[in-house]
């Protein structure tokens, strides 16, 4: 489940993300991810949480932000072929350090669809 900062209270009752994830992970969710805007994002696992920094970006427009981050992230989860309770904090980390890549270039740009980076903007991104 992926949510973002401001939807924590609402969801919750709780404005911590820390605490929000918790909450929705005892509830049932295996995988909780709380973005954080140009902070990156939390996340919280059978293993536990922590919070993963996001990437410096010269923001243009922010639409498509979480979205881009959710098909950044979703699309390691698809290259796995694990289900959601498998993944360890560690592989998981990655692939919420790879969404917060895809947002960071995806806010650079105007418009959301148009401003959907590549694979190898990403890497370059990423260091790799």
Do not use: H
């Not at 994830?21 to 049932?28: D, N, R, T």
């Not at 709380?34 to 939390?42: D, E, I, M, N």
């Not at 979480?66 to 998981?92: A, M, Q, V």
């Amino acid at each position: 489940m992926k949510i973002s900062d401001e939807e924590t209270e609402l969801l919750t009752g709780k404005e911590k993300p820390e605490e929000a994830a918790k909450i929705l992970f005892e509830k049932g969710v295996k995988i909780v991810v709380v973005t954080l805007g140009s902070k990156g994002a939390y996340l919280y696992c059978k293993e536990g949480g922590l919070q993963i920094p996001g990437f410096v970006s010269k923001v243009a427009d922010t639409n498509g932000a979480g979205d881009s981050f959710w098909g950044g992230f979703l699309y390691r989860i698809s290259k796995s072929g694990k289900k959601p309770e498998e993944f360890t904090l560690n592989e998981l980390k990655e692939y919420v350090r790879f969404g917060n890549a895809v947002a960071s270039l995806c806010v650079e740009k105007k418009g959301a669809i148009p401003a959907m980076p590549t694979l190898m903007e990403v890497r370059e991104r990423m260091g790799q």
